[in-house]
Structures are given as structure tokens and as C-alpha cells.
């Protein structure tokens, strides 16, 4: 029992009292989560106008939330009930891209749900995966598909958007975008984002591009051939 605490104050006592509610989240392949309003409605918004006055669904008790993934809102669930999110995969490279793919899911449902400390704490979460070692005893950040899934799906003001920007601006390598991200899953918008981050943390420099040696640009160099200012500089004025 040493470490172990099992009494509380009574102040963290979770009500489980009042009406349950359903949700039936998903298309075709639907499932239905039960869960007390009370405790949904004090953690969001969506949830909260819902389930008040002449609403549909404040008559039915149901909510159909028929876009979003039943696998998603599970996990939803788990932070609602025990405060926890269930997503750890500890494999390295595109398959332990998952994890942040399924954090990044769970983003934009809080964004839908309007439940500002479930966002909070999934991007926590990805902040604790970047600085946690995984199988190879290497630390990876997100990638490609997540990347696209964030852009996709939030507002330009997004602090998901803000945070992947900054994870590539302060520990990026340009590997992480030539060998582990497809063109088709960098958004125009994050490379945007990425370039004016760089350019803001980079020190300007005291000597323009081009100065002093220009021929580093000139074609020449490749062919091994004489510079046109060195020619120019040999014509009779």
C-alpha cells in the first residue's frame, strides 16, 4: 500500500447523479456512448446549448455527432470520466506517428465540442511525447499526415497550428520533411507559417545575399568556366 492513496477530500467527489444522455457518434458504423449530461454539459459548450431550450436533441436526450469517429470520442470519454488519455504507442517512426494522428483527431473534436481543457491537455499530451524516448531511445515529433489533419480542420488562430510550427521551427531537421513527409501532406498554409517563424528567429545578417563572393550563384562554377566579370573586367574601356 506505500505510495498508494485512496482517500480524498470530499471537494473531488464526481457527481454521478442526473439523466443520461446518448450519443451516437459515426455514420454507417455508428456507435452509442451513454453519459451523464451533467457531467458532459459542465465540460462543454456544445454539449451545454444542446441540451437547453427547444433543441432537438434537448427533447430527445440523444446527439448525433455522424462525422466524427466513435474510436475519437471514446477517447473523449476516458478524459471526461478518469482524466486520462489512453493513446501511448511507443513505436518509432510512421506507426508511432499514429499517436500524434489520433491526438490530433482529438483536437479538432474539442474544437467542435468547445471544451477548452480537453484541447489543453491533448496538446500536453503531444508535448509530452516529444520529449518522452521511445523504443529506439529516440525522442519523434509529428509528421506528415498529422500535420495535414491539424491545417485541415482548425482556424488560422489555432494554438495546434502555433504548436506544430514551433516544434519545427525550435527542433525541426530538414530530413523531417525530405524523408518523412509526402508533398501532398505539408499544407501551403504550415509551410507559410513555418518560413516567417524561421525568418523571425533567424539574426539578420550584416552582409546581403550575393556579397561578397557572387559567383557561389553563378553557373559557371558547375562548368568550370571563366566568370562574364572576369571577361568584362578584361574588355578595353
Not at 130 to 159: A, C, Q
Amino acid at each position: 500500500m506505500s505510495g498508494i492513496k485512496l482517500r480524498c477530500s470530499k471537494d473531488a467527489y464526481f457527481d454521478l447523479t442526473g439523466p443520461i444522455i446518448e450519443v451516437i457518434v459515426g455514420d454507417e458504423k455508428h456507435v452509442t456512448f451513454g453519459v451523464h449530461e451533467n457531467v458532459i454539459c459542465a465540460a462543454s459548450q456544445f454539449f451545454k446549448k444542446a441540451m437547453s431550450g427547444d433543441w432537438s436533441e434537448s427533447k430527445s436526450r440523444s446527439v448525433r455527432l455522424a462525422n466524427e469517429e466513435p474510436e475519437v470520442f471514446h477517447l473523449y470519454m476516458q478524459w471526461l470520466y478518469r482524466d486520462t488519455l489512453p493513446v501511448r504507442n511507443d513505436s518509432p517512426g510512421l506507426e508511432g506517428n499514429a499517436e500524434y494522428l489520433q491526438l490530433a483527431k482529438a483536437y479538432v473534436l474539442g474544437d467542435l465540442l468547445q471544451d477548452g481543457n480537453f484541447k489543453d491537455a491533448v496538446l500536453d499530451a503531444m508535448i509530452e511525447r516529444t520529449t518522452s524516448k521511445l523504443s529506439d531511445g529516440k525522442m519523434w515529433f509529428p509528421v506528415g499526415p498529422v500535420i495535414r489533419h491539424i491545417y485541415d480542420n482548425t482556424m488560422k488562430s489555432s494554438e495546434a497550428r502555433r504548436l506544430l510550427v514551433d516544434m519545427y521551427t525550435q527542433t525541426g531537421r530538414s530530413d523531417w520533411l525530405r524523408n518523412w513527409a509526402c508533398p501532398e501532406d505539408l499544407p501551403k498554409e504550415f509551410l507559410y507559417d513555418l518560413a516567417i517563424a524561421v525568418l523571425d528567429k533567424r539574426s539578420q545578417p550584416e552582409i546581403p545575399a550575393g556579397s561578397p563572393d557572387p559567383c557561389a550563384y553563378h553557373q559557371h562554377k558547375a562548368h568550370k568556366s571563366i566568370c562574364y566579370r572576369s571577361r568584362l573586367a578584361q574588355k578595353p574601356h
